[in-house]
């Protein structure tokens, strides 16, 4: 219903969290226990304090503050889906423009590709199987990929697949389609929900900053229309993810501002689901090659803090997660104790992070995921798309056990 308020899946002072088991002998400089101080009297960080936590040369100081906050809300388990990537066109009219991306193409160029839906099915019959319980559906911005091509797609894929949850399309997707099909953002997110988009995801938001955009992505999706297409599904009940691309050319202050867009939509529709920060990828691409950059851009004390500060400053969200896709599994693994409370699932054929130099695996098997989890001494449990336990595996020797 246009105007409803998406129940948030936590509420800030409204939710059953208990008190962050904080030691502030732990800490040792004083930016991150001031922090702290604030955390344990309910305050809320300010852009200056976060900026403040990235600049912090207490990793573990940090590390402790998130992660007994994250625990006071979310105890020892961590979550994660079983889904799998569709990525069903890279054609894409920013080719030229959004430097840092090596997955686009010009319509006409070598490498160019757009799915029949017969592709879409057969790519997406991995979920026959019945463990599949997600499909996140994200591509270029296509001209010749408007709504009825979505539409049917959706439709096919529910036909197909009943169990299978649909997360699909950027906000900067739904934005591409309702200027070429000239409807509004709502009037296409209606007609797609119609036709079996169940969740967004968070992709696209890259860095709010305009002065950023326009050097890694001139003619993009503003900052401000992202939160608003993002404002407009979660009216109309469409709940979505949130993200950051990190680690080319953005400061410190367009950090924390970005957080702080985020956080005020949140407090306005309490939409978001999650909160995932997405480590930049140099090679293979534009502005990797204008900044002199190979290999990942971001160390791990950046990725780390980068999860930390989210945690800490987003505190109307439940859910942060690591992409280990981006950070690789080990760093993802070492995030669990620095406020992350949900990996990157199951994936299966991801395209688009490492069309510009991701090294790691396209997907993980279950096993795979539970040793991660379990080897950082946390409790894996499998989740929906809404971040609702379906199964927990509490012992390495144990059935999963299903939830209430």
Not at 309 to 330: E, Q
């Amino acid at each position: 219903m246009a105007g409803a308020r998406v129940e948030p899946a936590t509420a800030r002072n409204g939710a059953p969290d208990g008190v962050p088991a904080i030691d502030l002998a732990r800490v040792s400089d004083p930016a991150v226990r001031q922090v702290a101080e604030t955390v344990l009297s309910g305050g809320r960080l300010t852009q200056a304090d976060a900026i403040a936590l990235y600049r912090t040369a207490d990793l573990t100081g940090l590390g402790h503050v998130a992660d007994a906050v994250n625990r006071a809300r979310n105890g020892d388990v961590v979550t994660f889906a079983a889904n799998q990537h569709i990525n069903p066109t890279n054609v894409c009219i920013l080719r030229t423009t959004c430097t840092f991306c090596g997955y686009a193409r010009l319509p006409k160029e070598q490498g160019a590709y757009r799915y029949t839906l017969d592709q879409v099915l057969a790519e997406a019959a991995h979920a026959a199987d019945g463990l599949t319980r997600e499909f996140h559906i994200v591509g270029g911005l296509d001209m010749e990929a408007g709504l009825a091509y979505y539409q049917e797609m959706f439709r096919a894929l529910k036909a197909n697949f009943p169990h299978v949850h649909i997360k699909a399309l950027t906000a900067v997707e739904i934005a591409h389609i309702a200027r070429i099909e000239k409807m509004s953002w709502a009037d296409v997110l209606s007609a797609l929900r119609e036709a079996g988009l169940d969740t967004m995801p968070g992709g696209g938001a890259e860095t709010f900053s305009a002065a950023v955009r326009e050097q890694i992505a001139h003619k993009k999706l503003a900052g401000a229309d992202y939160i608003g297409v993002h404002r407009a599904a979660h009216q109309l009940g469409i709940r979505s993810n949130c993200t950051m691309l990190y680690g080319h050319v953005e400061t410190l202050e367009d950090r924390a501002a970005h957080l702080q867009m985020l956080r005020n939509l949140q407090d306005e529709t309490g939409g978001f689901l999650a909160y995932i920060p997405l480590a930049y990828h140099p090679d293979d691409n534009a502005l990797g090659a204008e900044l002199g950059r190979q290999g990942t851009a971001t160390g791990g004390v950046d990725d780390l803090r980068m999860l930390a500060v989210g945690r800490l400053f987003l505190d109307n969200f439940r859910h942060v997660k690591s992409h280990w896709i981006m950070v690789t599994p080990f760093v993802s693994q070492v995030a669990l104790h620095y406020g992350v409370n949900d990996l990157e699932g199951t994936v299966v054929r991801e395209k688009i992070y490492h069309a510009v130099g991701a090294t790691t695996p396209q997907g993980m098997t279950l096993d795979q995921v539970l040793r991660l989890i379990r080897g950082a001494g946390k409790v894996p449990a499998e989740r929906d798309s809404f971040y609702n336990i379906l199964r927990r595996f509490d012992a390495p020797d144990a059935q999963p056990v299903a939830a209430a």
